[in-house]
């Protein structure tokens, strides 16, 4: 490689390797955490957005109110919905999340026996409940393997015994990782009855967003406390994921300021230890724009050299966390190229906002002052 | 130890006269002050330097030399006086930068090389601000290492050599751009005699070689004597001045010697 700006700003760096080395983990602390949390908040999204997909509502009806999980809804809120013109169909679901027997947790999903709520669960092995008195449930493909259970088998859900009658594969991780009942059944377990948190509407006019927009506003209207919205934009309404967002645009601020900070404090060091070499440089007709571009070269480079290891580190986390049995299934982790980007353009936000004033304080450094110091 | 001669861009010719006798320094009442003007450095320095000429300024420690030598190479700003090279006014609109990059070399007592850079890759250092491509820098500093002897050291680094390689090092750095001015700071002055006499050999070369103006400090009468003038300070003041300078005629910052 030809001997050029970069190469001398590496050169630089690698003086001192241990402090660059740890300036370079403080960044790659910083883009790590910055990948998991925002793959964890984006792959949760992914995951509960695929959930709702595949059980087929056009717009989804919760009470106002709550995090992740929205508040409980009496169920004579689907009957008040139903009669609303423009509904083609409705279904109320139970859910909660909690764990059961050893497995942390699983999906408890009570569904409205016949409701187009079961349409998506399709059984691999032994069959459904028979109808919504026996006392029988269905796991996910998932709720199988961290319960350890098997067809035939009983689940106790808090005070309740049920017997396994299938697995089913229902076709989206979070359906994979629920364990799905009839309402009236999971109603009584949990102590909540006549109680749901969803209720999935069919339109009759699918596609046509003002008509379905309209509908919301008209069921919100109808039933007070409730939120309606178009089943994709429900996470965007949610207050858990909303929160969830925020904290992970948070942890983003933060990461990026202790970052620049972390750099700065390395790059001033750092020109402050060679105020005579920049002396010379300046001495031998270096330009100051010169000299702040080598000292900021050596910041990018620097907050480069934390993005790589900070991605690959966060990679890694992203992959364990995914595969763990606390979290397989609720969220698959999400890195797509869009947050590598965002991470590498932070990386060199980073390099930069660090490197502006020891480049500037370099510049400024007298060949005078510097060399008489020697 | 081969040396091949200096590159020079410069027509050689015989140094004991040069026949222009173009002004290239003019400084009227040059001073400088340090420590809130406590310490007077240089007090009110009148120096006319000539093309081609080979000045060395001897004096006592702290008798204001290298100050003079700082102030012509615009490393400081005089705090009074006038500073004219080649008849442009050395002022705070005068490219100081641009000056050290394109017309100045400089050689340090303490070398100044880089710890972190190869010996070539030192002498490349001032061709970043001249538009040399990569290749050309190499090769300009390949050449110049050969020709002050150092081909077999190229790729050793500054910590690896000795005072005397460094210094010569240091000279072929100050080439690097083909200066019309070398200024010299007690080149030798780390040096044992031996490395100095090698290192006073080497930049009496390129004087006779390249036509180069040379100022260089020094507090040692020996080396002084190998200058073609010889300019004596003390207290911040010129008190001789071989070039006859002193007392007989002040400058007058035109482009011609009134001599």
Known sequence: ??????????????????????????????????????????????????????????????????????????????????????????????????????????????????GFGWQNLKIIQGRMPRDENEKAAVLGTTAAEVLHKKVGDTLQIELEEFTITGIVDGG????????????????????????????????????????????????????????????????????????????????????????????????????????????VLSALGWKRRRIMVLVLLESMALSLMGFAIGLGAGLVLIQVLGRSSLLHGLLEPYVGPELVFIALMIAMFVGVASGLYPAWRGARVSPGVALRSS | MPISPIMSSVAVSDSSAPAARLRIFEAEGLSKTYDGGRIQALQGVDLIIHEGEFVAILGPSGCGKSTLLNLIGTLEKPCAGMFLYRGRAVNDSFDGQAYRAHDLGFVFQAFHLLPTFSVIENVQMPMFETNWTAKERYQRANELLRSVGL?????????????????????????????????????????????????????????????????????????????????????????????????????????????
């Open chain 1, 1 to 114: 490689m030809s001997f050029s700006m970069p190469v001398i700003a590496v050169r630089n760096l690698m003086r001192r390797p241990l402090s660059t080395l740890f300036t370079a983990i403080g960044v790659a602390i910083g883009i790590t955490a910055i990948i998991a949390i925002s793959g964890i908040s984006k792959g949760l999204e992914r995951t509960w957005q695929r959930a709702f997909e595949v059980r087929g509502a056009d717009v989804v009806v919760v009470g106002k109110g709550g995090g992740l999980m929205s508040n409980w809804l009496d169920m004579s809120v689907k009957d008040r919905i139903l009669r609303l013109d423009g509904v083609a169909d409705a279904t109320a679901i139970l859910w909660a999340m909690q764990s059961i027997e050893d497995a942390p947790q699983v999906v408890i999903s009570g569904r409205e026996w016949g």
């Open chain 1, 172 to 279: 989206a991780p979070l359906e994979n990782r629920s364990v799905t009942l009839a309402l009236p059944l999971a109603q009584k377990a949990l102590g909540q009855q006549g109680k749901v948190n969803f209720v999935n509407i069919r339109l009759k006019r699918a596609g046509v967003e003002l008509a379905a927009s309209s509908l919301c506003r008209e069921i919100e209207s109808v039933c007070p406390n409730t939120r309606a919205t178009l089943a994709r934009d429900t996470l965007n309404s949610n207050r858990g994921f909303r929160m969830l967002r925020a904290g992970s645009l948070a942890i983003t601020l933060l990461a990026t300021v202790v970052g620049v900070f972390g750099v700065m404090n390395t790059m001033l060091m750092s020109v402050f230890e060679r105020t005579q070499e920049i002396g």
């Open chain 2, 151 to 259: 081909t077999e050291r190229l790729n050793g680094f500054p910590t690896q050599l000795s005072g005397g390689e460094r210094q010569r090092v240091a000279v072929a750095r100050s080439l690097a751009n083909r200066p019309s001015v070398l200024l010299a700071d007690e080149p030798t002055g780390n040096l044992d005699s031996i490395s100095a006499a090698d290192v006073m050999s080497l930049i009496i070369r390129i004087h006779r070689e390249q036509r180069i103006t040379i100022l260089l400090v020094t507090h040692d009468p020996a080396v002084a004597s190998r200058a073609s003038r010889e300019i004596r300070m003390k207290d911040g003041k010129i008190i001789s001045d071989s070039g006859g300078m002193i007392g007989l005629a002040r400058p007058h910052f035109s482009e011609e010697d009134p001599q």
